[in-house]
Nanobody, 114 residues
Framework: VQLVESGGGLVQPGGSLRLSCAAS????????MSWYRQAPGKERELVAD???????NYADSMKGRFNISRDNAKNTVYLQMNSLKTEDTAVYYC?????????WGQGTQVIVSS
């Protein structure tokens, strides 16, 4: 099982990034997929999730700025992040859940700074 995040980097406030998480080793379409983030000195928090049937949910501070989507044909989940703020700086992690299975990626760093 692998979840490989990509797309992180350094961006100025107000900018955009699109994160990708490529999955392998399990039946991607059956899993609920989520993005979490962890800022320095803070606990990991949910950013957004998308169910196996496409229903989405966002943390309040991300609503209207972030968009989660999935492509089951490519076994990939995306996180489009717009209007980025300095407080969005964190390591972003991909998560896959189905029944008692719970998989995590290694994370990708996002730094929002001028």
């Amino acid at each position: 099982v692998q979840l490989v995040e990509s797309g992180g980097g350094l961006v100025q406030p107000g900018g955009s990034l699109r994160l990708s998480c490529a999955a392998s080793g399990f039946t991607f379409s059956s899993y609920d997929m989520s993005w979490y983030r962890q800022a320095p000195g803070k606990e990991r928090e949910l950013v957004a999730d998308i169910s196996s049937v496409g229903g989405t949910n966002y943390a309040d501070s991300m609503k209207g700025r972030f968009n989660i989507s999935r492509d089951n044909a490519k076994n990939t989940v995306y996180l489009q992040m717009n209007s980025l703020k300095t407080e969005d700086t964190a390591v972003y992690y991909c998560n896959a859940k189905h029944r008692w299975y719970d998989f995590w990626g290694q994370g990708t760093q996002v730094i929002v700074s001028s």
